[in-house]
């Protein structure tokens, strides 16, 4: 069983940036393939980023590709995604999740927070 925990969501301005962190439990953190997910009102979640266990290959979504990173840190349990030139239409609630193993294009997961709300002004 694996929890996460997710923090850094706020309020900012279009242009603008934030630090999500995924606090994750367990002891095999490495052996998790970590992603990322947002889900704006009304809309479907969507996929936004993914990582390898050993975080060497990583895994994005069109939108998001060269304004948003994702890294890990296995010795802290954590994965973060920085977000640069943030949009108004990124505001949603942005979700952690994890699997064990598997390809970082796999877009199911077995293991999710309860999300952090990123709100962009315009």
């Known amino acids: 069983q694996v929890q996460l925990v997710e923090s850094g969501g706020g309020l900012v301005q279009a242009g603008g940036s934030l630090r999500l962190s995924c606090a994750a439990s367990g002891r095999t953190f490495s052996g998790y393939v970590m992603g990322w997910f947002r889900q704006a009102p009304g809309k479907e979640r969507e996929f936004v980023a993914a990582i390898s266990g050993s975080g060497g290959s990583t895994y994005y979504s069109d939108s998001v590709k060269g304004r948003f990173t994702i890294s890990r840190d296995n010795a802290k349990n954590t994965v973060y995604l920085q977000m640069n030139s943030l949009k108004p239409e990124d505001t949603a609630v942005y979700y952690c999740?994890?699997?064990?193993?598997?390809?970082?294009?796999?877009?199911?997961?077995?293991?999710w927070g309860q999300g952090t709300q990123v709100t962009v002004s315009s």
């Open positions: 999740a994890a699997r064990a193993g598997g390809s970082i294009r796999t877009r199911d997961y077995d293991y």
